[in-house]
């Protein structure tokens, strides 16, 4: 069975760029999570959705960041305009409704110059 | 909101020897432990967990202990092997995993 892909695996952008990665989580999952991991650090819970409803928002920086989870399953996660800080890397994981464990994926290393 | 630690942040042992990580936390309300790995250029993945209601759980080399009343629980890695080394971090939370900062576990042979 496939994990939870993420593409790309690695970006680097100026600053003021966009910039969006792709999940696709565990065929069946009805959770998808966004996370933001600094470089020494655990993962830090960006959005998490039951389905295409976001339910828990809250340390998302909606100034610059937006996620999307139409059909409630791919999910894309946006930055715009991407600051220096947001270096770092981005991941996604998925869950059966209901289940506390977590799969994640490999993650997007985004470095912004 | 949540409070999680871990000690130590690094970790070096023999290969052959046993490897203990603890992770305290804040919010009683937590009633779901799992430990996660993480190695180089990967995302962390789940090596054992154990709920509330059980003191601890084993799985061949691997242990978790629960102490809910002292709001900590421990990871304990027997016999460790050089593909033990990773950076471990543990999550505890309900329906909300707060990661601690990790420890950097580096297994010698």
């Known amino acids: 069975e496939a994990g939870v892909v993420q593409s790309p695996r690695y970006k680097i952008i100026e600053k003021k760029q966009p910039v969006a990665f792709w999940c696709n989580p565990i065929s069946g999952h009805n959770t998808l999570y966004w996370y933001l991991q600094n470089l020494g650090q655990g993962p830090e819970l960006l959005i998490r959705y039951e389905n295409e409803e976001a339910v828990d928002d809250s340390q998302l920086p909606k100034d610059r960041f937006s996620a999307e989870r139409l059909k409630g399953v791919d999910s894309t996660l946006k930055i715009q305009p991407a600051e220096l800080g947001d270096s770092a890397v981005y991941l996604c994981?998925?869950?059966?409704?209901?289940?506390?464990?977590?799969?994640f994926g490999p993650g997007t290393r985004l470095l912004v110059l | 909101g949540e409070n999680v630690e871990q000690h130590p942040s690094t970790l070096s042992v023999q290969e052959g020897d046993s490897a203990v990580i603890k992770c305290t936390y804040s919010?009683?309300?937590?009633?779901?432990f799992p430990w996660y790995k993480q190695e180089l250029g990967k995302g962390p993945q789940l090596i054992i967990d154990?709920?509330?209601?059980?003191g601890e759980k084993k799985d061949q080399r691997i242990a978790v202990t629960l102490n809910k009343t002292a709001k900590h629980f421990s990871l304990h890695i027997t016999e460790t092997q050089p593909e033990d080394s990773a950076v471990y971090f543990c999550a505890p939370g309900t329906d909300k995993l707060i990661f601690g900062t990790g420890t950097r576990l580096q297994v010698f042979p």
């Open positions: 154990i709920r509330s209601n059980v």
């Open positions: 994981a998925s869950s059966l409704a209901g289940e506390e464990t977590q799969y």
């Open positions: 919010d009683s309300a937590s009633n779901y």
